[in-house]
T-cell receptor
Framework: GAVVSQHPSRVICKSGTSVKIECRSL??????MFWYRQFPKQSLMLMAT?????????EQGVEKDKFLINHASLTLSTLTVTSAHPEDSSFYIC???????????FGSGTQLSVL | AQKVTQAQTEISVVEKEDVTLDCVYE???????LFWYKQPPSGELVFLIR??????QNEISGRYSWNFQKSTSSFNFTITASQVVDSAVYFC??????????????FGTGTRLLVSP
């Protein structure tokens, strides 16, 4: 079964609202999680590295005030898209690293559609 | 800077054909990992393989095999006797450096594989 749970799988919202996406590691602790964005038929682009107990590290070109990341516990990281606009519509995927066997697991993704 | 190139955007084959997906990478690190992931229509990324830069042995797992050649910076993936269920987008990815724990991945643009009956 899945070891990384991501919710919601799909969300439709109005322009100007904020949307929160959760990423949970189900049976292991993840001090570091990653958030990716994927446009239709394109590759995954790393947005930020989420570090438990500290600020996230954002990739160049990613607005940290637009994409708020909170890694409040060793099993949960959240990505909040603030004041969403149609151009934020995309597929967002999180990943978590399991140190026990050094494997990186991905969530099932969240399809965000901003109207 | 690290970069992964998957030159094949889309490949169409008929069931039972063999197919090879190409992956070429660039990195300045001597220590790195290479990955292949499968993304079916459902969207979830499915881990297929991880190979570290010091292990050039080719690997076979059932119908899947991987050919890692540092001399050409390539990590190609072959599916033997393809099946319809193999239809998906396949991503090659690179992670640099032992210090980072090989967690931060840079993905190629993906190759869409269509296997028809």
């Amino acid at each position: 079964g899945a070891v990384v749970s991501q919710h919601p799988s799909r969300v439709i919202c109005k322009s100007g609202t904020s949307v929160k996406i959760e990423c949970r590691s189900l049976d292991f602790q993840a001090t570091t999680m990653f958030w990716y964005r994927q446009f239709p038929k394109q590759s995954l682009m790393l947005m930020a590295t989420s570090n438990e107990g500290s600020k996230a590290t954002y990739e160049q070109g990613v607005e940290k005030d637009k994409f708020l990341i909170n890694h409040a516990s060793l099993t949960l990281s959240t990505l909040t898209v603030t004041s969403a606009h149609p151009e934020d519509s995309s597929f967002y995927i999180c990943s978590a690293f399991r140190g026990l066997d050094e494997k990186l697991f991905f969530g099932s993704g969240t399809q965000l559609s901003v109207l | 800077a690290q970069k992964v190139t998957q030159a094949q955007t889309e490949i169409s084959v008929v069931e039972k054909e063999d197919v090879t997906l190409d992956c070429v990478y660039e990195t300045r690190d001597t220590t790195y990992y290479l990955f292949w992931y499968k993304q079916p229509p459902s969207g979830e990324l499915v881990f297929l393989i991880r190979r570290n830069s010091f292990d050039e042995q080719n690997e076979i797992s059932g119908r899947y095999s991987w050919n890692f050649q540092k001399s050409t910076s390539s990590f190609n993936f072959t599916i033997t006797a393809s099946q319809v269920v193999d239809s998906a987008v396949y991503f090659c990815a690179l992670s640099e450096g032992a210090y980072t724990g090989f967690q931060k991945l840079v993905f190629g643009t993906g190759t869409r594989l269509l296997v028809s009956p």
